[in-house]
């Protein structure tokens, strides 16, 4: 029940400030008359599952649009943490539902979350409910994509800086009962430095931090050419991603602000960690081979996994 880390927090003594800080919260008053909270969309339920137990000890999540994406990255960090058991048999959490995939892999979670602002969010709310209801303290978050690069060589990773809208002002804007609220998307710069830092580190993964501008849509909305609609030029499309770029924007996706608005909403440390696959002032399709591509999306996972293993003390 959402009452039971409240509950726990009586107890702490001198620790209580700590612990405060260090959980995950929720701004739902709502939650705590709420007999059972069925987090519908990941298939649990507070009155089903016991979520502390089983999710109790996570520290790092790691989400990305593809299940089979975040199925090989539980593969993979399963692999690099050197976790007992076969890779290959870790189970879908969330097989009771086809909306998303989840996997743990020891303090990690590895969850898909669709395409666009919409799909992530509501995989978000439930997330986030998941992590309170399971009394997760010191989380860090991570969105693993991809992304049409800015003035960068396609398979340059892009680790951002400040999330922006269509306007490049950094809020996410939320229709709520008819009226729009805005909310900051501010990350966490630590995180973000760490990331830089464990790049450093890292053959052939070049990296650079730099403000991501999340859009409602792939085509007009980022300004392709090539969509069943288009309303513009070629040169209004070259001039509004020069502005992008003057405002700092290095790479354009569908959900980092929505992302970064609800973790810092919630006291979540959080990333953006994605990887470009063309330069968007040179066309508009992704004409990269196939197993040039694959290298590339593999490139966000390894370095988030550096970073884990440096946290946990297993880095080489």
């Known amino acids: 029940k959402a009452t039971m880390a409240p509950i726990l927090l009586n107890c702490m003594g001198n620790d209580h400030n700590e612990y405060i800080k260090q959980q995950v919260h929720v701004k739902n008053p709502n939650l705590e008359s709420m007999e059972e909270d069925v987090l519908y ?33 539980s593969q993979f960090i399963h692999q690099e943490l050197k976790l007992p058991g076969n890779p290959e048999e870790i189970s879908d959490i969330c097989e009771g539902t086809d909306r998303y995939c989840m996997y743990k892999v020891g303090p990690v979670l590895s969850l898909s979350h669709g395409m666009g602002v919409p799909s992530i969010s ?24 991809t992304s049409g690069g800015v003035g960068l060589a396609p398979g ?35 995180v973000a430095n760490e990331l830089l830092q464990c790049s450093s580190e890292l053959q052939n993964i070049p ?15 980022q300004g392709r050419l090539d969509g069943a609609l288009c309303s513009f030029s070629n040169e209004e499309k070259l001039d509004y991603l020069k502005r992008a770029y003057e405002a700092g924007v290095r790479n354009i996706e569908m959900e980092s602000t929505v992302f970064a608005a609800m973790c810092y909403a919630c006291g979540l440390k959080a990333a953006v960690v994605c990887v470009t696959l063309l330069n968007r002032f040179e066309g508009d ?32």
């Open 207 to 221: 990296t650079v931090i730099g403000n991501t501008m999340c859009t409602h849509d792939f085509y007009e909305g």
């Open 156 to 190: 340059t990773v892009v680790v951002t800086d400040k999330a922006v809208d269509y306007s490049f002002r950094p809020q996410f804007e939320q229709v709520v009962l008819g009226k729009v609220i805005t909310r900051s998307t501010e990350l966490d710069k630590g």
């Open 122 to 145: 509501i995989m978000l709310h439930e997330l986030i409910k998941l992590l309170y209801h399971a009394q997760c303290r010191d989380v860090v978050l991570f969105r693993l994509g």
């Open 41 to 73: 969309h990941l298939s649990l339920s507070t009155k089903t599952h016991n979520l502390p137990e089983m999710f109790g000890d996570i520290k790092f999540v790691c989400v990305g649009g593809s299940a089979n994406r975040m199925k090989a990255f």
């Open 285 to 316: 399709q992704i004409t990269s081979p196939h197993d040039v591509l694959v290298e590339y999306q593999q490139r966000p996972q390894v370095l988030v996994s550096h970073f884990i293993k440096k946290r946990l003390g297993k880095a080489v």
